[in-house]
């Protein structure tokens, strides 16, 4: 008898994309560095990262079919995650509204075993919630080791909401005190220390944030408007932040220059055309469930004894 194959095993199916490592580059938000001038390292998400870009080798059709091959990869990298139990994954996505954030989670983690996945979507917190510090609520919904957990939306709206809409953060039950010009610097390095705390004991975080260009945002509110069975997905509130979308578009670009890191960092994905943001996703996540270098488990030889025992008792019947 012998272990089930490992991840290095070549009867694993690969992600049937060529220089995936090339393809994902472009998208890294360069980490924070402590550098003589931090210009330097800032971005820009109009100037640096194109909503419609695609690869130019690649057509709607084939990627189709290459996220299909790749879900099946996905979900044997997954399968061993579940069953080693030493690290989990943290998926966070951020994204404007009708970026397809939910259409991506489908899809991409269309084949991952539901015991081994977990998704929370965080809209406006409780009371509960909010009588908590603003990381309590994700704290408590994190995945556990040999787990996949999605947050749609997550911490980061305190820093992104909250920072548009300050009102919003003057009706919390915070000390006015602490409310002041810092408290954004404050909250960046608390972000990163929690997630520092995170990796430090074998969580992979993985930050996406799903480009849409304003015009396909509006393109797409349309049309849930114009088509009854989407109309749910649409509210006016929707349509009126739309005028804050330059703020937006400055606070995001705020976020990813402190809080893209080295153990953690964003991931800008183009989100204007869908089949190229799931594939460029499935692809992101492939790669970093195969650098773990996981294995299944391996039993002692008193166990191994044991099944070949069982296996002679079953065969013999």
């Known amino acids: 008898m012998t272990d089930k194959h490992s991840q290095n095993d070549t009867s694993l199916n690969p ?61 044997e990298y997954q399968d061993i995650l579940y069953a080693q139990k030493t690290h989990a994954v943290l998926i966070i996505f951020q994204a404007m509204d009708a970026a397809g954030k939910d259409s991506t989670i489908k899809h991409v983690m269309s084949g991952i075993n539901p015991q081994g996945c977990q998704v929370h979507s965080f809209k406006a917190p409780s009371t509960e919630e909010l009588n908590h510090d603003y990381l309590w609520r994700c704290s408590k919904a994190l995945p556990e080791r040999g787990r996949i957990g999605i947050f749609n939306r997550s911490y980061y709206e305190e820093i992104l909401v909250t920072r548009v809409h300050p009102e ?17 610097e404050r909250r960046f390095e608390e972000i990163n220390n929690f997630e520092k705390q995170l990796v430090n004991n074998g969580t992979i975080i993985l930050k996406f944030f799903l480009n849409v260009s304003k015009e396909e945002q509006r393109k797409r509110f349309l049309e ?7 109309n749910w997905k649409f509210s006016v509130d929707d349509a009126k932040d739309r005028t804050f979308w330059d703020e937006y578009m400055a606070v995001y670009e705020d976020m990813f220059n402190h809080t893209s890191t080295d153990y953690a960092p964003w ?6 055309r869908k089949w ?10 492939y790669t970093k469930l195969k650098e773990l270098n996981l294995e299944y488990p391996s039993v002692s030889e008193e166990k191994r004894q044991e099944l070949l025992q069982a296996k002679l008792i079953l065969e013999s019947e």
């Open 276 to 285: 190229f943001t799931r594939l460029v996703v499935a692809g992101i996540i």
């Open 15 to 75: 992600f049937p994309l060529q220089n995936l490592d090339e393809l994902i580059r472009p998208f890294i938000v360069p980490p924070k560095q402590q550098i003589i001038v931090p210009s330097e390292r800032l971005i820009s998400l109009t100037k640096d990262y194109d909503p419609a870009y695609k690869a130019n080798h690649l057509k709607k059709s084939k990627a189709k079919s290459q996220l299909k091959e790749g879900i099946k990869a996905l979900a």
């Open 267 to 272: 991931y800008i994905i183009p989100a204007d």
């Open 168 to 184: 919003i953060l003057e009706q919390r039950p915070i000390p006015p005190s602490l409310i002041d010009k810092n408290i954004w």
């Open 224 to 230: 849930r408007i114009n088509r009854p069975e989407k």
